[in-house]
């Protein structure tokens, strides 16, 4: 099993541009999370979602929209990027609100 | 005023010895999670608890509910420990540490 796995790793993108993050997990997770990590602070919460087709908004969704049209992915998108979303983002999958698995994360730059 | 405290923020100790990194938090929760992150980057879950006392190998979880505390315990610590562990908290919503920055020399 792959468990959680997450496209892109790297990337960069100019400002105003869009890109979607793409997250998969093969362990038939209800629960899927979207976090950003900036240095000096915790994890924080983007959306999430509790199940195929539904999704919510965590501590700081502004600026990105979510989708959850299979079981198995998440996407995370940016519609317009902005340097202030510079960070790395983790995508999560868990069976109810149990432990998380983590994906590797993709490390993103908005110039 | 931070929901979930973790101390200490860095922590450099002598292979061997034992460790114990801890966190606090000011609400009412469902469950507790530590988590480790590597130096590459990758987070792994360690254990997630809600009561009482967990161990796997030289890791060690407690939580006291009413004192709102938990205590992540190394024994016989070595350089490989060397990561960044996290806390965090399950109420209405996720609410995640800082972290603590452990460093093991050899």
């Known amino acids: 099993n792959a468990g959680v796995t997450q496209t892109p790793k790297f990337r960069v993108l100019k400002t105003g541009q869009s890109m979607t993050l793409l997250c998969a997990q093969d362990?038939?997770?209800?629960?899927m999370y979207w976090y950003r990590q900036d240095p000096g602070m915790g994890l924080r919460l983007i959306h999430y979602?509790?199940?195929?087709?539904?999704?919510a908004k965590g501590e700081v969704p502004d600026g990105y929209n979510v989708s959850r049209l299979k079981k198995q992915n998440f996407l995370l998108g940016l519609e317009s990027a902005a340097p202030s979303q510079t960070s790395v983002y983790f995508c999560?999958?868990?069976?109810?609100?149990?432990?998380?698995?983590f994906g590797p994360g993709t490390r993103l730059t908005v110039l | 005023k931070n929901e979930v405290e973790q101390s200490p923020q860095n922590l450099t100790a002598q292979e061997g010895e034992f460790i114990t990194i801890n966190c606090s938090y000011s609400?009412?929760?469902?469950?507790l999670h530590w988590l480790q992150q590597h130096p590459g980057g990758g987070i792994v879950s360690l254990f997630m608890?809600?009561?009482g006392k967990k161990k796997h190998g030289r890791l060690i979880a407690t939580i006291n509910i009413q004192e709102k505390h938990s205590s992540l315990h190394i024994t016989a610590s070595h350089p490989r420990d060397s990561a960044v562990y996290i806390c965090?908290?399950?109420?209405?919503?996720?609410?995640f540490g800082k972290g603590t920055r452990l460093h093991i020399l050899p």
């Open positions: 965090a908290v399950w109420y209405d919503k996720i609410i």
């Open positions: 609400v009412g929760i469902s469950a």
């Open positions: 999560a999958s868990s069976r109810g609100g149990y432990e998380q698995f």
């Open positions: 608890l809600s009561s």
């Open positions: 979602s509790v199940g195929e087709g539904t999704t």
């Open positions: 362990m038939n997770h209800e629960y």
